[in-house]
């Protein structure tokens, strides 16, 4: 994972097309201490490292998001239960 943060990290990034969206989410203190320590460490913003980090984990792992008909899918599938 070291491997794929370092690669992120010296990789240029092209700036994408889409809007930025907002997410909320609640976190435990213990978490929060870290992600500032670790986006500090880095000199990111806090986004920038749980983006960095999600995107290598994904790379990683071959996660990849649901097309736009799966996610309507899941979505009438979940409604129905």
């Known amino acids: ?26 976190v435990s203190p213990r978490f929060k201490r870290l992600l500032e320590a670790s986006a ?15 995107f290598a984990y994904c790379d990683e792992h071959d996660v990849a998001p649901a097309t736009e008909a799966q996610a309507q899918t899941a979505s009438r599938v979940q409604g129905a239960t």
Do not use: D, G, P, W
């Open 1 to 26: 994972m070291v491997a794929c943060i370092v690669k992120l990290y010296t990789q240029s990034f092209v700036m994408s097309a889409e809007k930025n969206l907002s997410v909320s989410f609640r």
């Open 40 to 54: 500090a460490r880095e000199h990111r913003s806090q986004t920038n490292m749980l983006e960095t980090l999600l």
